[in-house]
């Protein structure tokens, strides 16, 4: 006598996952006790969790048999799905099946297992680039989102109580701290959120609770992070070093005003780009505050952070970009018109980031841009355009699947792409809504975190479905620094 304790996975929402048994076995049935027989299927079930697939994506889904004597593999499984038109599924050997997600939405995998036990498998169909969640503001949000080692997303508005957020990955929000800072975006320390405003730098732990306050600080530019908790900031015409108590260790005048976030190199040493009466220029100082050289930067400069890679320092103008060595020398300089005919000589940039080999990749309103660390053209993505909403320009991301995600145009707003870094093709759009995209980061599960101003006012972040994993080797928020003093 056989034993058949099939086992049915309720599809109704509220009780998904629940397991109910059905049938029953008489007292002298071989499958009775704690074993069975070894003949005898004592359990079964498929394997393969419930999971979210991409449209499109293909998966190996199996099963698994416990018998008299332990488990083994099943001698036959009959694969079926509650929805052909979400899930192709095709029976292979082994006790395994080819699943197919062929359209958007709900369904399940179901497995007859020995003729004997029926399981299932939820699976949840999504667009790459398709809107996860949306968190809505009410005032301007922050270029920059962060993600922190705890997966939390913090991003800072600004109106007449500038405060940071923080954004749990389902998108639900932690209580909101109110502070001393503005809108250009928040960094990430060991010790917690680093943020900063007109005259003012704040160190708020990851609780949520304010460390420390120093009289320094400027919202229109970032935080440069330093290796033993302290901070440096731009503020007005003068740089400040910050130390992990709050308390200012040193300051010195720019002789003008900041244009670029502080970077901090793999020495200390600390460069900044300023402006005076139109005139560019850039200073290096080192680790205790002593100026070590300050060379005017003829081409101009973008309101952006350079970005420290293999010994080099490289900065952003309007129409291009150059490089300068730590002692103040410009190695090279190249400008997009003359590498895209279609470029302006006037295009904003955004902060330069660089692969693990020094592969350099910026974004300028026209076109995204990539370029060895010597200077050597490699291509022009002209065809994703940026668009021409105003603001900012934020940098593309550096992902693992040798891809980056960026903001990418669309008529009269900003939209988010995933592009091939060997030549910048086109892999998704997402179309996030009426409004412009401005900065990008990825979280641990891969979903990208945009954000972003709306049509109607106020702001949003954003979460857009995707496996866009962070590489570890890299530093891939804007300013992208390869040394980590900048988040």
Request: net charge negative.
């Amino acid at each position: 006598m056989t034993c058949m304790r099939r086992q049915v996975r309720w599809s109704v929402p509220v009780v998904l996952g629940a397991l109910l048994s059905v049938g029953a076995c008489s007292s002298n049935d071989p499958c009775n006790g704690a074993f069975g027989n070894a003949g005898c299927t004592v359990s079964a079930s498929i394997i393969t969790p419930d999971t979210t697939l991409f449209n499109g994506e293909v998966v190996t889904y199996r099963t698994t048999a416990v018998y008299g004597i332990g488990p083994g593999l099943p001698s036959e499984t009959d694969w079926s799905t509650t929805d052909p038109t979400k899930l192709t599924v095709v029976s292979l050997t082994g006790a395994t099946a080819e699943v197919t997600a062929t359209d958007t939405g709900e369904a399940y995998v179901i497995a007859l297992i020995n003729q004997e036990f029926i399981d299932s498998a939820y699976v949840h169909v999504v667009d790459q680039g398709s809107v996860r969640w949306r968190v809505t503001f009410g005032d301007a949000i922050s270029l920059q989102p962060a993600v922190g080692a705890d997966a939390l997303i913090r991003v800072v508005t600004g109106g007449g109580t500038p405060t940071l957020h923080t954004v749990q990955p389902d998108g639900s929000e932690d209580t909101p701290v109110a502070g001393c800072f503005a809108t250009f975006g928040p960094s990430i320390g060991v010790d917690g959120t680093y943020v900063t405003g007109s005259q003012c730098t704040q160190l708020i732990s990851f609780d949520g609770t304010s460390r420390w306050t120093a009289a320094a600080g400027n919202g229109a530019l970032g935080i440069a992070v330093a290796a033993d908790g302290g901070a440096v900031v731009a503020s007005t015409d003068s740089v400040f070093r910050i130390d992990a108590t709050g308390g200012i260790t040193w300051a010195d005048s720019l002789g003008g005003t900041a244009v670029t976030s502080p970077v901090i190199g793999n020495n200390g040493d600390i460069y900044v780009g300023w402006q005076n009466g139109g005139a560019d220029s850039i200073s290096g100082f080192t680790a205790a505050g002593t100026p070590k050289w300050s060379v005017a930067a003829d081409s101009g400069l973008s309101s952006a952070t350079p970005a420290f890679v293999q010994g080099r320092l490289i900065f952003t103008r309007p129409g291009g970009l150059f490089a300068i060595d730590t002692a103040g020398t410009v190695t090279w300089d190249r400008s997009f018109s003359v590498d895209n005919p279609a470029a302006s000589a006037t295009d904003a940039s955004s902060s330069p980031v660089a692969d693990e080999v020094g592969v350099l990749y910026v974004q300028s309103e026209g076109a995204l841009y990539s370029y060895t660390n010597s200077g050597g053209f490699l291509w022009a993505a002209d065809s994703l355009g940026y668009g021409a909403a105003s603001g900012p320009v934020g940098a593309a991301t550096l992902l693992v699947t040798a891809t980056l995600v960026v903001p990418c145009g669309v008529s009269g707003g900003r939209e988010v792409c995933l592009v091939r870094q060997n030549d910048g093709s086109l892999i998704w759009r997402s179309a996030v809504g009426g409004g412009s995209a401005l900065g990008l980061a990825v979280g641990d599960d891969g979903a990208v975190y945009v954000t972003r101003t709306r049509t109607g006012g106020g702001s949003e972040l954003v979460a857009l479905w995707a496996r866009a994993y962070v590489t570890d080797e890299l530093w891939p928020a804007e300013g992208g620094n390869q040394e980590r003093t900048r988040r």
